[in-house]
């Protein structure tokens, strides 16, 4: 909203909503319904990335949040050399953990699960960072996030990497 110059009643004019309603979906004290998610990507159109992977962590909870825009966003330079240690860390951990992924599930003991649980978390520290990265480029550019991932995903489907 603040990125799109609009205050909590222009929006809930945009979307047929009171500035309370408004101020309760913005704090998670409501959600959005489904089905009004696309007025909302119109009425906010100006950094439609960010607010996309707002939308997505909240709905649906698998997908990662925003980072702190107001620490982050002004210095583009800052969440690039943030991802860079994080995608290195995901990297080690995956490394560390590649022999537990070799045990039949019948064999493993409690100690096996330390590593891959570091993947698992450093993976999602680096998914974090760079699907943040990848929003901010797009702004920076003027890339569609969307557009770009719906293309990327023609390229997996064509590898038959997707469905």
Request: proline letters at 4%; glycine letters at 4%; a negative charge.
């Amino acid at each position: 909203m603040k990125v799109n110059h609009v205050s909590n009643e222009e929006l809930g004019d945009r979307l047929h909503y009171d500035e309370s309603m408004i101020s309760k979906i913005r704090t998670g004290k409501a959600q959005l319904q489904f089905d009004r998610i696309q007025e909302m990507f119109e009425a906010l159109p100006t950094d439609s990335q960010f607010l996309a992977l707002e939308v997505a962590n909240k709905m649906v909870g698998v997908t990662v949040p925003v980072l702190d825009g107001d620490r982050v966003i002004k210095e583009p330079l800052a969440i690039t050399v943030k991802t860079m240690p994080q995608l290195s860390q995901a990297l080690n951990a995956i490394q560390n953990s590649l022999d537990e992924m070799t045990i039949p599930d019948d064999q493993l003991t409690s100690e096996d699960f330390k590593d891959p649980e570091e993947s698992v978390r450093q993976l999602l520290d680096a998914v974090f960072y760079s699907t943040n990265l990848i929003a901010m480029i797009c702004r920076m550019f003027h890339f569609s996030m969307q557009g770009e991932l719906t293309e990327r995903s023609k390229r997996w489907k064509e590898k038959k990497e997707l469905k």
